[in-house]
């Protein structure tokens, strides 16, 4: 497998490619230590990275709500040309990019950029639909919008509690998670935007909640609204998805995951998961 992984950083105004197994980090890393730092999942697939802008807009903005000094779209444009240069085209990959705080006393940031295959459960996923189990937040749904140190609407490197939401739902036998707020309002995936089909229009919750601005659900309102298919951001609940004719989390890499399960019930997706994947496929 190590031949599947890549790994560039940013040094001396150059993006370098590494050997994948070098350490290219300090120990006193901030985002190490700390957490402190931003990063975006970007697809690679045949014809390289093709949503590489959005993702690129999304980290600057993480990066100024972190007060983090980000390199510009330059410096990721060259590490991620540098880790995909020798990549095999029929493998599709996972590059990550990350911005941490570096390891202080007037240091850089540290800018650096990998590249793994996507993962083989990821793929399972994407056309066999996910299980998921509703867990909550504990935050008031409009809390985060006057709280900036939350860092709501940041994609920051902390996410033990994403991944220990994930694994929550693998003790429970579920493969995925729909977070919910203080008052059982729709949150988002631990690492995906929550999509429903009702009353002939496609809805996801408002990003005031503090949730991430999600770059897939953003393209496929836009390509669903230009073929007359209506949007609506909407404050759901859980009952609203058992209710919904259709359910996805939305990420770049899996794409649109149908879930087929929510809180043990069994549900549907009224023939729409194709709609929806020809859609993303633009
Ligand atoms: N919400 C969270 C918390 C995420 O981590 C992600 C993906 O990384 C998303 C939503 C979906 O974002 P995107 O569609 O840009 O991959």
């Avoid at 599947?4 to 040094?11: E, N």
């Avoid at 007037?106 to 459960?121: D, F, I, K």
């Avoid at 899996?254 to 023939?271: C, I, K």
Wanted: include cysteine; charge should be negative.
């Amino acid at each position: 497998m190590s031949e599947q992984r890549r790994v560039a950083v940013w040094r001396d105004g150059t993006a370098v490619q590494v050997p994948a197994g070098q350490p290219v980090v300090t120990a006193f890393d901030q985002g190490l230590a700390r957490g402190d730092g931003v990063f975006e999942s970007v697809a690679v697939v045949e014809r390289g990275t093709p949503r590489l802008d959005a993702h690129l807009a999304r980290l600057t903005r993480s990066a100024a709500l972190l007060d983090l000094p980000a390199p510009g779209d330059g410096a990721w444009r060259a590490l991620v040309a540098a880790v995909t240069a020798d990549w095999p085209s029929e493998v599709e990959g996972i590059c990550r990019l990350f911005l941490t705080r570096g390891p202080g006393d007037g240091a850089p940031p540290t800018a650096l950029a990998l590249l793994a295959a996507v993962p083989e459960e990821t793929l399972r996923q994407r056309t066999a639909g996910i299980s998921v189990v509703s867990l909550g937040l504990g935050i008031p749904a409009d809390f985060r919008a006057g709280a900036p140190w939350l860092l709501g609407g940041a994609k920051t490197l902390s996410y033990a509690v994403n991944m220990a939401a994930q694994r929550h739902a693998h003790a429970v036998g579920a493969d995925d998670v729909v977070l919910t707020s203080l008052e059982g309002q729709l949150l988002e995936g631990p690492t995906s935007t929550v999509v429903w089909a009702a009353g002939g229009a496609l809805h996801t919750p408002p990003v005031e909640t503090g949730i991430l601005a999600g770059t897939t659900q953003a393209r496929l309102f836009a390509q669903a609204a230009a073929e007359g298919w209506p949007t609506s951001v909407t404050a759901g609940t859980v009952a609203d998805l058992h209710a919904a004719d259709a359910v996805w989390l939305l990420s770049g890499v899996r794409g649109a995951a149908t879930v087929h399960t929510l809180d043990g019930s069994r549900r549907g997706d009224a023939g729409l998961s194709a709609r929806v994947r020809e859609l993303l496929a633009r």
